[in-house]
């Protein structure tokens, strides 16, 4: 069984700031996975990548992670691979193969000493997936065909470019939906019980005309995951208008801004914002919702805080 081992030494990291100030330590902090920390804890990979999140004492701007951790996965060292923003360093790696768990070791340094290690061994993501939709442009009303698997772990809800259409029917690895009135050109989102299918699939919802239906002039979220997990759960965001100032809001609680900000085009549908969030380590649990504030209020998805 996949076990997190943690040892820490609590001394050295509460006499770090005393002792070399020059430093904004880092202290190892979770794995943006479904399991929360803690000897004995399986942690399972929230989906095609493995994200391993590392939460500064501090928020800095000049942290350099290079002088103070050090990641290696697997026997490699990917230090020079993390993504800095706000008071956080992600990592994310290539999903491990089926079967095969992942060995991440994460050293907490100051020159060649180590104050502070973590060791996690996770297994691959088994969750509900979302791989493709067919047909992949049809007008307001039509029915199309949603492909995935673990459809059936929990009650449905199919989101088109960010606004819901409904379920009509569906097994464990289809659902078959209607395009809502309102459908903008993006990405589908489907929640499965509190869960996120993991997965970026495009669709142009279209007119009588088959032209392109248009985007919306404000940050629309098209896809959040995953959509449940504690506080300090890293998240993937996908929209559009996403600026380096949106901050997610998540149960009423404003989380760190989305960082690692990236473009990626999809033919069908064009560009797409792909960032990270991270949930505000003070919110409350319950079910509600995600949506991001960047000059005004985005739309709303499912999120579940644990």
């Known amino acids: 069984m996949s076990r997190v081992r943690r040892s820490s030494l609590l001394l050295a990291l509460l006499l770090l700031p005393a002792c070399s ?3 904004d330590f880092v202290r190892p902090e979770r794995f943006a996975v479904q399991g929360e920390r803690g000897d004995g804890q399986v942690v399972v990979s929230d989906g095609p990548a493995l994200q391993i999140a590392v939460k500064m004492a501090s928020d800095s701007l000049d942290f350099d992670p290079t002088t103070v951790l050090r990641l290696v996965v697997n026997g490699v060292d990917r230090t020079a691979d993390m993504t ?31 104050l502070d290690t973590a060791t996690y061994e996770a297994l691959p993501y088994t969750g509900p ?3 493709s939709v067919t047909p992949d442009t049809a007008q307001e009303g039509a029915t199309v065909t949603i492909g995935g698997s673990g459809f059936a772990a929990g009650a449905l809800r199919v989101f088109f470019g960010g606004v819901e259409g409904a379920v009509v029917s569906s097994t464990d690895t289809t659902i078959t939906a209607t395009v809502p009135t309102g459908a903008v050109p993006g990405l589908l989102h489907v929640a499965v019980g509190p869960d996120a299918a993991v997965g970026l699939v495009p669709f142009l919802p279209v007119d009588g005309a088959g032209a392109p239906l248009p985007q919306p002039t404000d940050t629309q979220v098209f896809y959040v995951a995953p959509s449940r997990g504690p506080v300090e759960t ?33 033919p069908l549908v064009g560009d797409v914002i792909v960032a990270y969030a991270v949930v505000d380590p003070y919110t409350d649990p319950g079910t509600d919702i995600f949506e991001l504030l960047d000059d005004g209020e985005s739309n709303e998805l499912p999120f579940t805080v644990e």
Do not use: H, K, M, W
């Not at 008071?87 to 060649?112: I, N, R, S």
């Open 21 to 23: 100030p020059e430093f």
């Open 84 to 114: 800095i923003g706000g008071e956080y360093a992600v990592l994310t790696l290539d999903p491990p193969p089926l079967g095969v768990p992942q060995l991440a070791e994460v050293y907490l340094q100051t020159g060649g000493d180590v």
């Open 129 to 131: 997936t979302l791989a």
């Open 234 to 266: 890293v998240c993937t965001v996908a929209g559009i208008l996403i600026s380096e100032d949106a901050i997610p809001r998540i149960n009423d609680r404003r989380g760190t801004r989305v960082f690692n900000i990236r473009t990626v085009n999809f």
